[in-house]
Each structure stands twice: as C-alpha cells, then as structure tokens.
C-alpha cells in the first residue's frame, strides 16, 4: 500500500524523467540485428524493458548493463540462435508483439509466455498480419492468447496490409517481419501511430519509405549501427508532471530532455487546447529522434472534445488526461478510446471505478467514449491499481492534486518508470 498526501506547494525546478519505453525496447531489439556494438544511453531499466533484454539474451545476443548504459553487441540480421527456454515477456506486449514479427522469420522454434495480464491480452491482431506473411503461429484459444509457438517456415513473403486499426505495435511487427520477405511490403494506416521503428531501422541504414499514410518495407541484407543511441525522456512519463504542474497553485517547471515525437506529443496538444502553459525549449534531434525541455507553469483548464486521429498519439496518457480534466471547468469528452479495455486490465472500466472513488460521479464511459464531468468536490479515498503501472500513477497524482489517495500494489510502476514515488514525494 502507497499513501499520498494531498500537495499543499507547488512543482518547481527541474525534473529528470526516465528513458522512453518503447524507444528503449526497440533499441535493444534492432541493435541486436546489427554487425557491430551499440552503446545505448538513457536506458529504461523498467520491468517491460528488462523482459526485452531476457529474451535477446536467450537468443544468443551479448547484452552488458552499467548505470544508465547499455552495451550490445549485435548477431547480424540472421544472427540470433534457438533459445533453450520459453522466452518470457512478462507484462510487456511491446516484447512480446515485435519479437513475435522477428522471430516469425527466423529458421528456428520459439514458444512465448507471460504473466497472468499479458495471458489474457489479444494477440490475434498481430497474428493475422503475419499469418498472411506466411508465418506458422499457434497459440491458446483459437491463437489468441499466450502461450504462443512460432514455427520455423521457409521464406515469408511480402504483403500490402491495412491496418484496421492504429496500432505501433502491429506495425512495428510486420516491418520487423519485412525485413527478411521476398519482396516489398506495404502498410497502409488510417491514422498514424508512433513511428519509433522506423526511426531506428532507418538510422541503421534498412530502406523504408513514407509517404501519406502508406509505409513501404524493402527486405535487409544486413544493419549497420550508429556507435551509439540515445534514448530520450518518455513523454509519457512526462505526461504526469505536464498535469500535476497543469492544475498544483504556484507550479512552474522543467521536465529534462523529453522526446517530442510528433506521433507521441498528442499529450501536449490536448493540453494545450485545454489551457495549459506549456512550451518546448532547447529542442534538438539525436538519434532521428526529437529532444527538448518541456516548461509548465499552472493554468486554468477548461473541457474539451477529442477523439479520432489524436488517440494514436495519446492512448497511454488518457488516465493521466482524465485527472486533468477533472480539474478542468465544464465537460471533456473523449471519444475513440475503446483500445484502453485491452490494455493492462480495462482501463475504461477502472478510471469510471476508481477515479470516482476521489470525486464522485465525475467520470462516465460507454464502450468507446470517456466523458469527464469537471469541478467536483475531491475526497481522500482508498483506490485499487488492477497491477496497472499507468493506474498507479494517474492515481497517485490525483490524490496529490485533490486530497490525498491510498492506492494497493504501487510496486507495478517498476515497469515503466521505477523512481516515480521518489520524485513525487
């Protein structure tokens, strides 16, 4: 159990956040595929991202962690060997997800496992993709849930995909797969995800090409690595010092080196259109990556209407919007949000219960819409976390904004931010 007092000061000076996760996670992956060492800086050692380590290892990859750095000492694109043991990805689908493209291509068996939440997560989406590649997937009920085997098969073959729904981590699995096809492989997207990918794959000299909404993936002979990745500051983690500076009295701060990716600054934006007094300093780009301070200073927010295109930008940061929309005068609607029901447990379903433990009646949601009624009264309330890192967070901050909260299990924030109680403390 975690008590948080209600904060009677406001955020001042500056903040250093943790590495991005899911920049983390394919830095580890994609350096793993190269022919020569990568030296990655800013490393998340999160939960998620250490299962992505596990898994690399078992595959034969030579992995050294010191501080904050990472070594890796790349196999080559067809480098990685038969692992010994069912690979775990823990709570991690961004593990699981990706690799599940990689290894489709590899001439070798892998069986995948999890925890209890990644077991009950749907996989199918990812596995339909790749099935139409030529992969051999066999899972759990009907090859939805974990475990899951890959079987070896011949040669994948490339394919035009579109994607029914906007999803980094579907995509970035099929141009994981492209990489090793007979051909060229397209992904068409209604709306734009992270593009993390294909970043990275880029800098490592893979040829991917853009244009609109449409991807195109050319099989790889090999990937040359840069000596080293830095790895900027999660904006989603930002997020919750970007709403707590948002709503505290007498806030004004800088959160540290954070990357502003505009497939992941949707936080940002909403805020902005929100009220709030955010501004981007010292930008600058490392790695094909965007990198700037962001300033915050408290404003008076007010409700608004979002959905469509934007969610892609800020699916992991709707609890943490939520909290700020309760503090927002009038009524936020958020719409197209039905994807938080198979996150980490049903995200929907525990900010409606939890959320108006702190302020009753506030928060309402169908299956697709969040709707947020600003202005109420806020209680001091005990609140439950559903082992959801996210939840944790979003509530810890609440009760710090409001009057204070008790929340179960705040150890699952280890996955992707394991310093957080110390720096809101």
């Not at 996150?343 to 009753?360: G, H, P, Q």
């Amino acid at each position: 159990m975690k008590r948080i007092k209600k904060m009677n000061h406001g955020l001042k000076g500056e903040i250093k956040i943790p590495g991005d996760k899911s920049i983390s996670h394919r830095a580890i992956m994609i350096s793993s595929l190269a022919d020569s060492e990568v030296e990655i800086k800013n490393f998340l050692k999160g939960a998620d991202c250490l299962s992505t380590i596990g898994c690399m290892r078992e595959m034969g990859v030579s992995v050294e962690e010191s501080n904050e750095k990472i070594l890796i000492r790349g196999n080559g694109l067809n480098g990685l060997i038969e692992p010994k043991n069912i690979l775990d990805a823990g709570n991690s689908g961004t593990t699981l997800r990706l690799l599940m493209g990689l290894l489709s291509a590899q001439n070798f068996l892998t069986t995948f496992t999890g925890d209890d939440s990644l077991r009950k997560r749907p996989m199918g989406r990812v596995i339909t993709p790749l099935s139409k590649m030529g992969a051999k997937i066999f899972g759990r009920n009907q090859n939805k849930n974990l475990p899951i085997t890959i079987v070896p098969t011949e040669k994948l073959k490339a394919i035009t995909y579109q994607m029914p729904v906007a999803s980094a981590q579907v995509k970035s699995a099929i141009i994981l797969a492209g990489l090793y096809t007979d051909g060229i492989t397209t992904i068409i997207e209604k709306n734009p995800s992270r593009d993390h990918t294909e970043k990275m794959l880029s800098a490592f000299g893979a040829k991917i090409e853009k244009n609109l909404n449409e991807i195109k993936i050319y099989p790889a002979q090999k990937l040359t690595a840069p000596k080293m990745i830095e790895v900027p500051g999660d904006i989603s983690s930002a997020a919750y010092w970007i709403v707590l500076a948002s709503i505290l009295e007498d806030s004004d701060v800088i959160i540290k080196n954070v990357g502003i990716n505009e497939t992941r600054t949707g936080i940002t934006d909403v805020m902005k259109n929100m009220g709030a007094k955010i501004y981007f300093e010292n930008e600058r780009i490392s790695g094909g990556e965007n990198f700037a301070d962001i300033h915050v200073i408290k404003s008076k927010l007010h409700g608004i209407t979002f959905g469509n295109e934007m969610i892609p930008r800020l699916i992991d940061e709707i609890p943490i919007i939520a909290v700020a929309a309760a503090f927002a005068e009038g009524d936020t609607i958020i719409n197209d949000v039905g994807e938080l029901r198979v996150k980490e447990t049903d995200r929907l379903k525990a900010i409606v219960e939890e959320f108006n433990k702190i302020s009753v009646g506030t928060f309402e949601a169908d299956e697709n819409t969040l709707i947020i009624h600003g202005g109420n009264k806020f209680n001091y309330a005990e609140c439950k976390t559903y082992d959801d890192h996210r939840m944790a967070m979003s509530l810890a901050i609440f009760g710090a904004a409001a009057n204070g909260v008790l929340i179960d299990n705040p150890d699952c924030v280890k996955i992707s931010y394991p310093n957080f109680f110390d720096s809101l403390i």
